[in-house]
């Protein structure tokens, strides 16, 4: 925003930053910082004059704009009732007999306000911004005491949204004063469209009637509009228009923002309010001959990759500590490829929301639901929320939908309440007149923004009313359930079906897009702490095979308190997705690309040595950048030959890059290599100038059918099964994966028992080397002290613990925190070398980790892996084998412990393996 609008007093002040950057003066002051405060169980500071009588000392300091729960406060108590705040300071405006207003940008939930003992307003809601004018009240050459009082009893009917990860209570976003003149603009409504027109509405406040000019300068004076008016006394409602030309439309490529400001200029002074606007259309709409629509962003479909984000932050809560940290989560989304983001059950901050529109992320944002039954009192209060959100937020070229509700919270009837004995079930209880009651809401948003898509419900339940976009979640894992579900939902989704809905009504043409999706609860007592890697790529490969599918939202950015599969842990810290493994240069980014390749096969497959496959593929094109060009799809098959990359075959296909959609393309047919091995078909798609534009891929776990098959270049071997040991010292130790994984954790060591050919079989043996596979073990509790499953219920919504390090599907996902050990290698007790393990990885790499999870809604280490391990043993070591031709391998473990991977788990497809020529 413009750089000359700046609070010359906030220097110090946490959030300093102008609270409302999409409207903003210059004249204000920030409130936010050290308040005094204190807790009012009894009720009793009304009665006692809390508001008046200032001889009367809080208890404690508050740190404004923070909720009370959170640490960033200085309170961190989670106590739900009543608590006062209190600050005296002086202030006197830039110009004389200025109207003053006192400004909140959130506060939970019930709030009163004094200046200096006067009771100034009342304000009830947790979410919407509000304000108070105090013009009458303050003292411009005196101290003022502001005084102000917040109840929160997380009443039934009230606005919670998802506060369960840490409570919103109390002020929780910006606190500031603004001088305004005595006729002012009150706000103003930017409609765009993509030919550069430009429809404004502002609500002007006059003070007296009279002549007025309202200027409309933008893009540094480029645009300029004004319009004379006559104002009556009281709120007046203004309409006018301008036309861009050659407008720069706003998208997430292109976040082109058209920042000015509004002037408007009279007998009662002068008025100048900082803002900006971005053009652009969001619509749904029908291509070619398709019975159904997609949606589209400035006339062209746009394929919509999206993460739910819980907007929580591990110290302010839902309060962001500062301005670039929202700045930076808006980078992390973008850096992932994804283009929207879903802001769950609660509006964001203005401030974020600049960042959004400022950087380039589409947003689709839900209001706040409440917990209890939709009764007069519950309906009174979301309806007085949700148009403040409006209201608000209107303004935002980010945002593109409004979500009323969220799968079905608050929406649902105590069957006692209803007057119904019997049970009823979780659909009946969703009653006839509460569905009318949506069907209201939604009507009425789309009357009061028409330039969005408006959903009644974001469903889990499949109890659609009606909506400008049919969404669904699910949470599955597996690949064949997941393309089962897929194809289901995509077959029973046509105009006239009553899949997805409620209440006799049936679906529209409007687009289908899943609006949450993830294996954090497709899993028996949940996902706890584990890969996503594995079942994101098929996820995202599944998704692109449907034409009629438009995009998805994944559960989700952060991890949060008892959620653990976001693209990030909840300080920002990445996870390792381990994609370039498998096609050089392949980040999470190329499966969000516009342009795809979708396999049309499972992530891995087994077959036999010399197998022959056929691999469908399919075209998914949501851009028309290169439409009408030639583009080339590069594939390899490869595998990795105990270290060495070597290509089994390679080729490419050149497609021409026409039409939106999907659409099949020919078949690669692959020859699978006469050896075991791990095999990766690896694609490209790349342009003519040799850039790539998106990458994929598969793999195979290649068998002989044989207990002795190939490992690398022809010579003797030895596989020993890695649970065959002979003597273990660890303190914990047990096997996984069917036992095809043994563990140890700590200190300790394995010893197998080796036997090489008899010398009438091999008369002298001149070189041994030992192979394996292994890493670190970090040790949970569940390793420990074993496992337990936590069915949270509903409480996973509200912050339950999810007992991660017992859950017994937790095995951490690979990411910047490691967890190294050593692991020394003796021969008949003689160290002969060791290795450094790294860490105790988990993401793709662990292929066949994830190939023999015995069932799919259970997770057995699953993705866990190792590093490949190769030593030669000592000349004069070698020489007395030659004579003894059994030795004592021993694998000692010091203080970070080990795991050994067999043929079944891990990265390579071989057991402790013993080479000797």
Same mark, same amino acid.
């Given at each position: 925003?413009?750089?000359?609008?700046?609070?010359?007093?906030?220097?110090?002040?946490?959030?300093?930053?102008?609270?409302?950057?999409?409207?903003?003066?210059?004249?204000?002051?920030?409130?936010?910082? #050290?308040?005094?405060?204190?807790?009012?169980?009894?009720?009793?500071?009304?009665?006692?004059?809390?508001?008046?009588?200032?001889?009367?000392?809080?208890?404690?300091?508050?740190? =404004?704009?923070?909720?009370?729960?959170?640490?960033?406060?200085?309170?961190?108590?989670?106590?739900?009732?009543?608590?006062?705040?209190?600050?005296?300071?002086?202030?006197?405006?830039?110009?004389?007999?200025?109207?003053?207003?006192?400004?909140?940008?959130?506060?939970?939930?019930?709030?009163?306000?004094?200046?200096?003992?006067?009771?100034?307003?009342?304000?009830?809601?947790?979410?919407?911004?509000?304000?108070?004018?105090?013009?009458?009240?303050?003292?411009?050459?005196?101290?003022?005491?502001?005084?102000?009082?917040?109840?929160?009893?997380? $009443?039934?009917?009230?606005?919670?949204?998802?506060?369960?990860?840490?409570?919103?209570?109390?002020?929780?976003?910006?606190?500031?004063?603004?001088?305004?003149?005595?006729?002012?603009?009150?706000?103003?409504?930017?409609?765009?469209?993509?030919?550069?027109?430009?429809?404004?509405?502002?609500?002007?406040?006059?003070?007296?009637?009279?002549?007025?000019?309202?200027?409309?300068?933008?893009?540094?004076?480029?645009?300029? $509009?004004?319009?004379?008016?006559?104002?009556?006394?009281?709120?007046?409602?203004?309409?006018?228009?301008?036309?861009?030309?050659?407008?720069?439309?706003?998208?997430?490529?292109?976040?082109?923002?058209?920042?000015?400001?509004?002037?408007?200029?009279?007998?009662?002074?002068?008025?100048?309010?900082?803002?900006?606007?971005?053009?652009?259309?969001?619509?749904?709409?029908?291509?070619?001959?398709?019975?159904?629509?997609?949606?589209?962003?400035?006339?062209?479909?746009?394929?919509?990759?999206?993460?739910? *984000?819980?907007?929580?932050?591990?110290?302010?809560?839902?309060?962001?500590?500062?301005?670039?940290?929202?700045?930076?989560?808006?980078?992390?989304?973008?850096?992932?490829?994804?283009?929207?983001?879903?802001?769950?059950?609660?509006?964001?901050?203005?401030?974020?929301?600049?960042?959004? *529109?400022?950087?380039?992320?589409?947003?689709?944002?839900?209001?706040?639901?409440?917990?209890?039954?939709?009764?007069?009192?519950?309906?009174?209060?979301?309806?007085?929320?949700?148009?403040?959100?409006?209201?608000?937020?209107?303004?935002?070229?980010?945002?593109?939908?409004?979500?009323?509700?969220?799968?079905?919270?608050?929406?649902?009837?105590?069957?006692?309440?209803?007057?119904?004995?019997?049970?009823?079930?979780?659909?009946?209880?969703?009653?006839?007149?509460?569905?009318?009651?949506?069907?209201?809401?939604?009507?009425?948003?789309?009357?009061?923004?028409?330039?969005?898509?408006?959903?009644?419900?974001?469903?889990?339940?499949?109890?659609?009313?009606?909506?400008?976009?049919?969404?669904?979640?699910?949470?599955?894992?597996?690949?064949?359930?997941?393309?089962?579900?897929?194809? +289901?939902?995509?077959?029973?989704?046509?105009?006239?079906?009553?899949?997805?809905?409620?209440?006799?009504?049936?679906?529209?043409?409007?687009?289908?897009?899943?609006?949450?999706?993830?294996?954090?609860?497709?899993?028996?007592?949940?996902?706890?702490?584990?890969?996503?890697?594995?079942?994101?790529?098929?996820?995202?490969?599944?998704?692109?095979?449907?034409?009629?599918?438009?995009?998805?939202?994944?559960?989700?950015?952060?991890? =949060?308190?008892? +959620?653990?599969?976001?693209?990030?842990?909840?300080?920002?810290?990445?996870?390792?997705?381990?994609?370039?493994?498998?096609?050089?240069?392949?980040?999470?980014? *190329?499966?969000?690309?516009?342009?795809?390749?979708?396999?049309?096969?499972? %992530?891995?497959?087994?077959?036999?040595?010399?197998?022959?496959?056929?691999?469908?593929?399919?075209?998914?094109?949501?851009?028309?950048?290169?439409?009408?060009?030639?583009?080339? =799809?590069?594939?390899?098959?490869?595998?990795?030959?105990?270290?060495?990359?070597?290509?089994?075959?390679?080729?490419?296909?050149?497609?021409?890059?026409?039409?939106?959609? !999907?659409?099949?393309?020919?078949?690669?047919?692959?020859?699978?290599?006469?050896?075991?091995?791990?095999?990766?078909?690896?694609?490209?798609?790349?342009?003519?100038?040799?850039?790539?534009?998106?990458?994929?891929?598969?793999?195979?776990?290649?068998?002989?059918?044989?207990?002795?098959?190939?490992?690398?270049?022809?010579?003797?071997?030895?596989?020993? %099964?890695?649970?065959?040991?002979?003597?273990?010292?660890?303190?914990? #130790?047990? +096997?996984?994966?069917?036992?095809?994984?043994?563990?140890?954790?700590?200190?300790?060591?394995?010893?197998?028992?080796?036997?090489?050919?008899?010398?009438?079989?091999?008369?002298?043996?001149?070189?041994?080397?030992?192979?394996? +596979?292994?890493?670190?073990?970090?040790?949970?509790?569940?390793?420990?002290?074993?496992?337990?499953?936590?069915?949270?219920?509903?409480?996973?919504?509200?912050?339950?613990?999810?007992?991660?390090?017992?859950?017994?599907?937790?095995?951490?996902?690979?990411?910047?925190?490691? $967890?190294?050990?050593?692991?020394?290698?003796?021969?008949?007790?003689?160290?002969?070398?060791?290795?450094?393990?790294?860490?105790?990885?988990?993401?793709?790499?662990?292929?066949?980790?994830? $190939?023999?999870?015995?069932?799919?809604?259970?997770?057995?280490?699953?993705?866990?892996?190792?590093?490949?391990?190769?030593?030669?043993?000592?000349?004069?070591?070698?020489?007395?084998?030659?004579?003894?031709?059994?030795?004592?391998?021993?694998? #000692?473990?010091? !203080?970070?412990?080990?795991?050994?991977?067999?043929?079944?788990?891990?990265?390579?497809?071989?057991?402790?393996?013993?080479?000797?020529?």
């Amino acid at each position: 925003m413009t750089t000359s609008v700046m609070n010359l007093e906030c220097h110090n002040v946490p959030r300093s930053e102008h609270p409302h950057p999409h409207w903003q003066r210059l004249d204000w002051m920030n409130l936010n910082g #050290q308040w005094s405060f204190s807790f009012d169980p009894g009720d009793e500071g009304i009665s006692s004059q809390w508001q008046s009588n200032y001889e009367i000392a809080y208890d404690s300091l508050i740190t =404004v704009p923070f909720s009370w729960v959170s640490p960033l406060s200085g309170i961190g108590s989670d106590s739900k009732g009543i608590g006062w705040y209190r600050r005296t300071l002086t202030w006197k405006p830039s110009v004389k007999d200025s109207r003053l207003f006192l400004r909140f940008g959130a506060v939970d939930y019930i709030c009163d306000v004094w200046i200096n003992g006067v009771h100034v307003g009342s304000h009830q809601g947790g979410y919407g911004s509000f304000e108070f004018e105090v013009t009458e009240t303050w003292q411009v050459e005196r101290e003022n005491t502001i005084v102000v009082r917040v109840e929160d009893f997380d $009443h039934d009917y009230q606005a919670r949204g998802k506060q369960g990860y840490g409570e919103i209570r109390g002020i929780w976003q910006p606190v500031w004063l603004e001088s305004r003149p005595q006729t002012y603009v009150k706000d103003a409504k930017f409609v765009t469209s993509i030919d550069g027109k430009v429809e404004v509405t502002a609500r002007i406040i006059a003070y007296e009637a009279g002549t007025a000019e309202l200027t409309l300068q933008f893009a540094e004076g480029s645009i300029l $509009h004004s319009a004379d008016l006559d104002l009556v006394a009281g709120e007046n409602e203004i309409k006018s228009s301008f036309k861009v030309n050659n407008p720069q439309l706003w998208s997430p490529e292109t976040p082109y923002l058209y920042e000015g400001e509004l002037q408007l200029t009279g007998s009662c002074g002068r008025d100048v309010v900082s803002t900006y606007f971005g053009i652009r259309e969001i619509q749904t709409v029908r291509f070619d001959d398709r019975g159904y629509r997609w949606i589209t962003l400035n006339g062209k479909p746009i394929y919509l990759n999206g993460t739910l *984000d819980q907007s929580y932050h591990k110290t302010g809560y839902f309060t962001y500590p500062s301005d670039e940290e929202m700045r930076d989560e808006i980078y992390l989304m973008k850096r992932l490829g994804l283009n929207f983001v879903r802001i769950h059950i609660k509006p964001e901050e203005p401030r974020k929301l600049y960042w959004a *529109d400022k950087l380039g992320i589409l947003v689709m944002e839900d209001m706040p639901c409440f917990w209890g039954n939709p009764d007069e009192k519950a309906r009174t209060s979301y309806e007085s929320e949700a148009l403040e959100i409006i209201e608000r937020d209107y303004n935002h070229p980010s945002i593109f939908s409004w979500v009323m509700f969220n799968e079905t919270w608050g929406l649902k009837t105590d069957a006692k309440e209803a007057g119904v004995t019997a049970d009823i079930s979780q659909q009946s209880s969703y009653l006839p007149e509460t569905q009318e009651w949506v069907r209201e809401k939604y009507r009425w948003a789309k009357q009061m923004d028409p330039t969005r898509i408006i959903e009644d419900n974001s469903p889990c339940n499949y109890d659609h009313v009606e909506s400008d976009i049919n969404t669904w979640h699910f949470y599955l894992n597996g690949y064949d359930q997941l393309r089962n579900h897929l194809h +289901e939902v995509v077959d029973k989704t046509f105009p006239g079906s009553d899949f997805n809905c409620i209440g006799g009504n049936v679906q529209s043409d409007a687009p289908l897009m899943n609006s949450e999706c993830g294996n954090v609860w497709g899993i028996e007592g949940g996902a706890g702490d584990s890969d996503l890697a594995w079942h994101y790529r098929y996820m995202m490969n599944e998704f692109r095979k449907h034409d009629k599918l438009c995009g998805f939202v994944f559960t989700e950015l952060r991890d =949060v308190t008892n +959620e653990f599969n976001g693209y990030y842990r909840l300080d920002g810290v990445g996870k390792d997705f381990g994609y370039d493994a498998f096609v050089p240069g392949m980040t999470i980014a *190329d499966l969000h690309s516009p342009d795809f390749i979708v396999l049309d096969a499972p %992530p891995c497959q087994t077959l036999f040595y010399g197998e022959k496959t056929i691999v469908p593929l399919l075209r998914s094109s949501f851009s028309d950048q290169y439409h009408g060009q030639q583009l080339q =799809v590069k594939w390899e098959l490869w595998y990795d030959d105990l270290g060495v990359r070597t290509v089994e075959a390679c080729g490419n296909m050149q497609v021409d890059w026409d039409g939106y959609g !999907v659409s099949s393309l020919s078949s690669l047919s692959l020859t699978m290599p006469a050896r075991e091995a791990v095999a990766v078909l690896a694609v490209s798609l790349v342009n003519d100038a040799n850039h790539t534009i998106m990458r994929n891929f598969i793999t195979y776990d290649v068998r002989s059918g044989k207990a002795d098959g190939v490992i690398g270049p022809q010579s003797g071997c030895i596989q020993i %099964p890695v649970s065959s040991y002979t003597e273990q010292t660890f303190k914990q #130790q047990w +096997e996984s994966i069917q036992g095809a994984k043994v563990s140890g954790g700590g200190e300790g060591h394995f010893i197998y028992e080796v036997t090489l050919p008899d010398p009438a079989e091999q008369t002298l043996i001149r070189d041994i080397e030992i192979i394996f +596979e292994a890493s670190s073990k970090r040790l949970l509790a569940r390793n420990i002290e074993g496992g337990k499953v936590n069915d949270m219920g509903i409480g996973a919504m509200h912050g339950a613990d999810a007992m991660v390090e017992y859950n017994p599907n937790t095995y951490y996902m690979t990411d910047e925190e490691v $967890h190294p050990s050593r692991l020394n290698l003796l021969i008949d007790g003689k160290a002969i070398g060791s290795f450094d393990l790294p860490d105790d990885p988990a993401d793709a790499r662990g292929v066949l980790s994830w $190939h023999y999870q015995p069932v799919q809604n259970k997770l057995d280490e699953a993705g866990s892996y190792g590093y490949l391990c190769k030593m030669r043993i000592p000349v004069q070591l070698t020489a007395e084998l030659n004579f003894s031709r059994t030795f004592r391998l021993e694998l #000692q473990a010091e !203080v970070g412990g080990v795991a050994l991977y067999g043929r079944n788990a891990g990265r390579y497809p071989f057991d402790l393996l013993i080479r000797y020529s």
